[in-house]
């Protein structure tokens, strides 16, 4: 247990539903990573914060999915109007974001199912 | 935009025998850092390197950055079982967004 907590950890959908996840950080974490991963690929980086400042946003992502950090602690991601193509196991990490330390702290995930 | 590649994509090495991955990125680092998942996991941080050409050990585990910052290596001197599962090295942080390389799944055969 790395501190991070996500939930759901698994939700299964119809396509077209919305769906929104949450991730608590570690207390003390500036930044807060979102990224989405499907079986046998690498993490792919969705979005930052930076406390509740969103710095950076992936092009890959198109305009259904948002997120939010609002008061710099727990983050939502929402997928909108959510199809096949969404289904995925849903990352969430923070890391210290003092100095150089880049260590990154993952939760267990969240595993979307679009049926 | 950046990219991060690795190889081998898979390998599958008898208990004892060394391993190594290989990750190099389309653009310079500012840092790397490397994470192993296990299967059913979550990655887990392993380590962070910053400085041009620096290498760091963990018991076993050698990491090595490039003196072009551009690559870098993971290798593991005889495997144990418990050295299962996908390892994948990482570019980018602090103020830049961090981009996964493609991993590299490691089977260890007892």
């Known amino acids: 247990d790395t501190g991070v907590s996500q939930d759901p950890r698994h939700k299964i959908t119809k396509r077209g539903q919305n769906v929104t996840f949450r991730c608590d950080p570690i207390?003390?974490?500036?930044?807060l990573y979102w990224y989405r991963q499907t079986l046998g690929q690498g993490p792919e980086f969705l979005t930052y914060?930076?406390?509740?400042?969103?710095?950076?946003k992936s092009r890959l992502l198109s305009d259904r999915f948002s997120a939010e950090r609002p008061k710099g602690s727990f983050s939502t991601l929402e997928i909108q109007r959510t199809e096949q193509g969404d289904s995925a196991m849903y990352l969430c990490?923070?890391?210290?974001?003092?100095?150089?330390?880049?260590?990154?702290?993952f939760g267990p995930g969240t595993r979307l199912t679009v049926l | 935009g950046q990219q991060v590649m690795q190889i081998p994509q898979y390998q599958h090495v008898q208990e004892g025998e060394d391993f190594t991955t290989y990750c190099n990125s389309s653009?310079?680092?500012?840092?790397i850092q490397w994470y192993k998942q296990r299967p059913g996991g979550h990655p887990v941080f392993l380590i962070q390197?910053?400085?041009?050409?620096e290498v760091k050990k963990q018991k076993r585990l050698t990491f090595q950055f490039g003196e072009a910052k551009k690559n870098s290596s993971l290798h593991i001197t005889a495997t144990q079982t418990t050295d299962v599962g996908t390892y994948f090295c990482?570019?980018?942080?602090?103020?830049?967004?961090?981009?996964f390389g493609t991993g590299t799944k490691l089977q260890v055969i007892p």
């Open positions: 990490a923070s890391s210290p974001g003092t100095g150089f330390n880049n260590e990154q702290f």
């Open positions: 914060f930076q406390n509740e400042a969103q710095l950076e």
């Open positions: 990482a570019g980018g942080g602090g103020y830049q967004k961090v981009t």
């Open positions: 653009t310079t680092l500012s840092n």
């Open positions: 390197l910053v400085k041009s050409g």
């Open positions: 207390s003390e974490h500036n930044r």
